[in-house]
């Protein structure tokens, strides 16, 4: 236990985690150099957009200047303020964490909330300055943001590297080896191992990621899951090196996997303390803090036979992903579905593109919505997740909604126009700091909603890029909000309704008719869209019918060109509803969240 470490790189996003992993990698022979960048983002979309969204693990095996020969096992983890609650998984199973910050770009608003992360769980912090190859590198302005800004000592103990080229990353292996203390723990005490995360394989059943505590595992062991009290036989353990490799015994302070023939799903989950099925530990490892989901949206199959397999798909996403929650709902106008509970708007971007790629199906999402309060004139409270779910408004004496804290971090030359797009969208100034290097911290409580909408891509065009966002829930407060009701063909749909704040309805609805206007494709017959407030219409768009059929051009007489076109009209049908006799995209049902945007 003595040449374990264990821990952690916490950054911003793109601040170079997934590149220096590689580099450690590299640099303890575990993986070839000039292979596949970013090894550890391992699912398709993480490459594709670039980033972390799960945290994975790799154990690599080290020898030190002082002759040992050490294990290393490195946790990497996401750095979009959605998946912070991924970091804190993370963080817990560590004695350590590298606290990686871009020589260009300076500390940032996850810099800061990961690294406190980290100082809350105790975590022994290396400061790490990356990205010194490049010209407008600023490493001395850098070590005093972490001084002043994080409060971490940082002039002598910072190091200085290029994760790209590989300059300084040697040093790295070495300060963790000497710097992050070995895990504490009792081999010989009964086995208790936290889950940090679990996946479901079609072949081997669930898979757990876990970190042992204390005790030892191994393989026919029988071992207990010890909120479900669920019984198993771990059939098989392991460690990534960097690929699942097999192992006779993990003991305290290890990190690894296992699995077990798990066919049930709901009998393990993230959190939970693994033990021995017989004289096992008594107590719960203390899980992790319960997230509560910040946005809400409906998933509904495009095509209605596909309900059980979204079911099936959804349960399979949500033990790999313990922060989504859901439960089933059903629409006049989509039929069966849930309404899931999401970090955020990348997460339920990322979890709609998860069910779609890893379970083939084709779904709908509706506009997410905020969780409001609804105090009704008979005097009940309502937790209104779904703006079809308010009622009607002489039944309401007053709605609350939630508001956030908002921390953003930004190159001084831009306050000015942050401060006009924190005051448009409602907020209200709690803190202003200029720091060195020019950076200021701005803080602001705004409503959800309004964060919702695009306030993130506006403070990126705001300030070029520069300027990054963390937030915390806050509070609940009052608002004169109202129900913004979309008709097409004069029936209202229940799932384009959105609540907005009174004083901002009319440009909402007249912009919101237009925009779905214009996604509707044309039809055989006109197609009205009207919002409304109440029953008072606010706004009309008309889409006007098809001229020709659209095999007319064919001419009748090739019927291979004749099917093709026909067929492209079908998948181009694919992610659309039929509502009455109207076919209706998925971008109507998102078009609120592009409000304004031009
Ligand atoms: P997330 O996984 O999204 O949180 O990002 P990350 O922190 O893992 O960043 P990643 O490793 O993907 O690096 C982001 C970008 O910075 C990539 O284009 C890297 O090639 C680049 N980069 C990383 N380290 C260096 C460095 O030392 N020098 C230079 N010039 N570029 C670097």
Redesign the pocket.
Known sequence: MENIRNFAII?H????????ADRLMENTGLIKKGGAE?YL?RMDIEREK???IKAQTVRMPFKAEDGKNYILNLIDT???VDFSYEVSRALAACEGALL?VDATQGVEAQTLANAYLAIDQGLEIIPII?????ASARPDVIIEEIEEIVGVPAREAALS?????GIGTGEVLEAIVKRIPPPKADPDAPLSALIFDCWYDSYQGVIALFRVMQGRVSPGMKIKFMATGAVYEVARLGVFSPDAMDIKELSAGDVGFLAGAIREIRDVHVGDTITTAKDGATEQIPGFREIQPMVFAGLYPADNVEYSELRDAIEKLSLNDASLIFEPESSPALGFGFRCGFLGLLHMEIIQERLEREFKLSLIITAPTVVYKVKTTKGEVLEVHNPSALPDAQNIDHIEEPYIRAQIHTPAEYVGGILALCLEKRGIQKELHYYAGNRVILTFDLPLNEVLLDFFGKLKTISRGYASLDYEPLDYKISPLVRLNILINGDPVDALSMIVHRDMAYERGRDLALRIKRVIPRQMFEVDVQAAIGGRVIARETVKPMRKNVTAKCYGGDITRKRKLLEKQKEGKKRMKRLGRVDIPQEAFLAILSIKEE
């Open positions: 950054a996003i793109d601040h170079g985690k997934s590149t220096l970013q983002d670039g980033i972390t996401p750095g979009h990686l990356n990205k010194v190859d490049l590297i290029s994760a790209k080229t």
